[in-house]
Protein backbone atom coordinates (compact mmCIF):
# COMPACT_ATOMS: atom_id res chain seq x y z
CA UNK A 1 0.00 0.00 0.00
CA UNK A 2 1.27 3.60 -0.84
CA UNK A 3 1.00 6.67 1.32
CA UNK A 4 -1.59 8.79 -0.32
CA UNK A 5 1.17 11.58 0.04
CA UNK A 6 3.73 9.39 -1.93
CA UNK A 7 0.51 9.01 -4.66
CA UNK A 8 0.25 12.37 -4.56
CA UNK A 9 4.04 13.08 -5.11
CA UNK A 10 4.17 10.50 -7.89
CA UNK A 11 1.48 11.70 -10.35
CA UNK A 12 2.55 15.41 -10.02
CA UNK A 13 6.35 14.90 -10.95
CA UNK A 14 4.47 12.95 -14.16
CA UNK A 15 2.79 15.64 -15.16
CA UNK A 16 5.60 18.25 -14.75
CA UNK A 17 8.02 15.28 -16.42
CA UNK A 18 6.13 15.04 -19.65
CA UNK A 19 5.06 18.74 -19.58
CA UNK A 20 8.91 19.93 -19.13
CA UNK A 21 9.70 17.47 -21.58
CA UNK A 22 7.20 18.33 -24.46
CA UNK A 23 8.20 22.29 -24.17
CA UNK A 24 11.47 21.68 -24.76
CA UNK A 25 10.67 19.09 -27.81
CA UNK A 26 8.49 21.91 -29.31
CA UNK A 27 11.36 24.37 -28.83
CA UNK A 28 13.88 21.96 -30.36
CA UNK A 29 11.08 21.55 -33.55
CA UNK A 30 10.86 25.13 -33.65
CA UNK A 31 14.14 25.57 -33.79
CA UNK A 32 14.96 22.74 -36.52
CA UNK A 33 12.32 25.10 -38.77
CA UNK A 34 12.20 22.33 -41.58
CA UNK A 35 9.13 21.45 -43.23
CA UNK A 36 9.43 17.43 -42.10
CA UNK A 37 9.20 19.11 -38.55
CA UNK A 38 5.67 20.35 -39.60
CA UNK A 39 3.96 17.15 -38.67
CA UNK A 40 5.72 16.38 -35.64
CA UNK A 41 5.52 19.77 -34.12
CA UNK A 42 1.50 19.01 -34.54
CA UNK A 43 1.57 15.50 -32.99
CA UNK A 44 3.73 16.51 -30.13
CA UNK A 45 1.36 18.70 -28.30
CA UNK A 46 -1.85 16.49 -28.95
CA UNK A 47 0.17 13.33 -27.79
CA UNK A 48 0.96 15.52 -24.47
CA UNK A 49 -2.50 16.64 -24.03
CA UNK A 50 -3.37 13.30 -24.12
CA UNK A 51 -0.81 12.16 -21.70
CA UNK A 52 -1.55 15.15 -19.18
CA UNK A 53 -5.31 14.39 -19.35
CA UNK A 54 -4.39 10.96 -18.29
CA UNK A 55 -2.39 11.80 -15.90
CA UNK A 56 -4.61 14.97 -14.65
CA UNK A 57 -7.38 11.95 -14.01
CA UNK A 58 -5.11 9.63 -11.89
CA UNK A 59 -4.05 12.58 -9.68
CA UNK A 60 -7.90 13.89 -9.27
CA UNK A 61 -8.87 9.91 -8.19
CA UNK A 62 -6.14 10.05 -5.90
CA UNK A 63 -7.23 13.32 -4.68
CA UNK A 64 -10.69 12.27 -4.02
CA UNK A 65 -10.01 9.00 -2.18
CA UNK A 66 -10.26 8.40 1.36
CA UNK A 67 -6.82 9.44 3.63
CA UNK A 68 -4.77 11.80 4.67
CA UNK A 69 -2.55 14.00 2.74
CA UNK A 70 -1.29 16.55 5.64
CA UNK A 71 2.32 16.76 5.58
CA UNK A 72 3.94 14.90 8.64
CA UNK A 73 7.08 15.93 10.49
CA UNK A 74 9.18 13.36 8.15
CA UNK A 75 7.52 15.22 5.19
CA UNK A 76 8.33 18.65 5.71
CA UNK A 77 11.82 17.28 6.55
CA UNK A 78 11.56 15.59 2.93
CA UNK A 79 10.34 18.87 1.21
CA UNK A 80 13.53 21.08 3.34
CA UNK A 81 15.99 18.53 1.50
CA UNK A 82 13.99 18.99 -2.16
CA UNK A 83 14.29 22.57 -1.41
CA UNK A 84 17.95 22.70 -1.46
CA UNK A 85 18.73 20.18 -4.02
CA UNK A 86 16.46 22.66 -6.76
CA UNK A 87 18.60 25.34 -5.36
CA UNK A 88 21.58 23.62 -6.18
CA UNK A 89 20.78 22.43 -9.44
CA UNK A 90 19.25 26.06 -10.33
CA UNK A 91 23.28 27.27 -8.87
CA UNK A 92 25.16 24.63 -10.73
CA UNK A 93 22.97 25.88 -14.06
CA UNK A 94 23.49 29.60 -13.53
CA UNK A 95 27.23 28.77 -13.05
CA UNK A 96 27.82 27.12 -16.14
CA UNK A 97 25.76 29.18 -17.76
CA UNK A 98 27.63 32.38 -17.03
CA UNK A 99 30.87 30.04 -17.88
CA UNK A 100 29.99 29.21 -21.00
CA UNK A 101 28.55 32.43 -22.20
CA UNK A 102 31.73 33.70 -21.24
CA UNK A 103 33.98 31.68 -22.93
CA UNK A 104 31.61 31.97 -25.66
CA UNK A 105 31.13 28.27 -25.84
CA UNK A 106 27.41 28.76 -26.67
CA UNK A 107 26.60 25.52 -28.05
CA UNK A 108 27.89 23.63 -24.49
CA UNK A 109 24.84 25.46 -22.72
CA UNK A 110 22.10 23.18 -23.01
CA UNK A 111 24.00 19.88 -22.83
CA UNK A 112 25.32 20.58 -19.96
CA UNK A 113 22.30 22.29 -18.66
CA UNK A 114 20.51 18.95 -19.55
CA UNK A 115 23.96 16.95 -18.01
CA UNK A 116 22.47 18.74 -14.49
CA UNK A 117 19.26 18.23 -14.59
CA UNK A 118 20.38 14.63 -14.97
CA UNK A 119 22.52 14.71 -12.19
CA UNK A 120 20.00 15.95 -9.62
CA UNK A 121 17.43 12.94 -10.10
CA UNK A 122 20.42 11.14 -7.98
CA UNK A 123 19.40 12.42 -4.91
CA UNK A 124 15.64 13.22 -5.96
CA UNK A 125 15.66 8.89 -6.10
CA UNK A 126 17.39 8.20 -2.84
CA UNK A 127 14.99 11.22 -1.00
CA UNK A 128 11.45 9.83 -2.65
CA UNK A 129 12.73 6.40 -2.81
CA UNK A 130 12.00 5.89 -6.12
CA UNK A 131 14.50 3.92 -7.68
CA UNK A 132 13.64 4.97 -11.51
CA UNK A 133 14.81 8.02 -10.71
CA UNK A 134 18.17 6.81 -10.69
CA UNK A 135 17.38 5.00 -14.27
CA UNK A 136 16.22 8.52 -15.23
CA UNK A 137 19.00 10.65 -14.40
CA UNK A 138 21.25 8.00 -15.61
CA UNK A 139 20.16 8.11 -19.16
CA UNK A 140 20.18 12.22 -18.99
CA UNK A 141 23.95 12.07 -18.80
CA UNK A 142 24.36 9.63 -21.03
CA UNK A 143 22.14 10.77 -23.65
CA UNK A 144 24.21 14.05 -23.38
CA UNK A 145 27.63 12.71 -22.88
CA UNK A 146 27.18 10.76 -26.29
CA UNK A 147 26.19 13.34 -28.11
CA UNK A 148 29.09 15.38 -26.95
CA UNK A 149 31.32 12.58 -27.95
CA UNK A 150 29.80 11.43 -30.77
CA UNK A 151 28.17 14.47 -32.68
CA UNK A 152 30.59 17.40 -33.67
CA UNK A 153 30.55 20.31 -32.10
CA UNK A 154 28.76 22.68 -34.85
CA UNK A 155 26.76 19.90 -36.20
CA UNK A 156 23.08 21.04 -37.23
CA UNK A 157 19.49 19.64 -37.24
CA UNK A 158 17.67 21.54 -39.41
CA UNK A 159 18.71 25.36 -38.26
CA UNK A 160 19.40 24.24 -35.06
CA UNK A 161 22.83 22.58 -33.28
CA UNK A 162 22.79 19.20 -32.87
CA UNK A 163 24.15 19.72 -29.21
CA UNK A 164 20.61 21.10 -28.10
CA UNK A 165 18.31 18.97 -30.70
CA UNK A 166 19.83 15.20 -29.76
CA UNK A 167 19.79 15.70 -25.89
CA UNK A 168 16.54 17.59 -26.05
CA UNK A 169 14.57 14.47 -27.93
CA UNK A 170 16.23 11.68 -26.14
CA UNK A 171 15.93 13.15 -22.63
CA UNK A 172 11.98 14.47 -23.01
CA UNK A 173 11.57 10.50 -24.28
CA UNK A 174 13.14 9.32 -21.38
CA UNK A 175 11.11 12.03 -19.23
CA UNK A 176 7.79 10.70 -21.30
CA UNK A 177 8.58 7.29 -20.55
CA UNK A 178 9.51 7.58 -16.78
CA UNK A 179 6.10 9.63 -16.08
CA UNK A 180 4.37 6.44 -17.72
CA UNK A 181 5.77 4.58 -15.07
CA UNK A 182 4.76 6.81 -12.27
CA UNK A 183 1.13 6.91 -13.05
CA UNK A 184 1.22 2.93 -13.41
CA UNK A 185 2.38 2.45 -9.99
CA UNK A 186 -0.07 4.65 -9.08
CA UNK A 187 -3.03 2.95 -10.54
CA UNK A 188 -2.17 -0.39 -9.30
CA UNK A 189 -1.67 1.12 -6.40
CA UNK A 190 -5.52 2.31 -6.51
CA UNK A 191 -6.87 -0.63 -8.09
CA UNK A 192 -4.77 -3.12 -4.92
CA UNK A 193 -6.17 -0.36 -1.91
CA UNK A 194 -8.86 1.31 -2.66
CA UNK A 195 -9.02 3.03 1.21
CA UNK A 196 -5.91 4.73 0.84
CA UNK A 197 -4.50 5.42 4.11
CA UNK A 198 -1.05 7.91 4.86
CA UNK A 199 1.99 5.32 6.75
CA UNK A 200 5.39 6.49 7.15
CA UNK A 201 7.83 5.69 4.40
Not at 17 to 29: K, M, Q
Not at 89 to 107: C, K, L, P
Request: aromatic share 10%.
Amino acid sequence: MLPKRRMIGLAGAALWLVAIGTAFTIVSLVLIGTPAVRFALAGVPIAAIIFLAIGIGVLRAVLRAPGTSERTEGGQVMARRFKWVVIGEVAAIMIVNGITSAMQYFQLIAPLDILIVGIHFFPLASLFQVPRYDWMGGLFCAVTVLTLVLVPAHAQVGAADAWLVWPTFGCSLVAWVTAGFNLREVRQAMREQPMIQEGVR
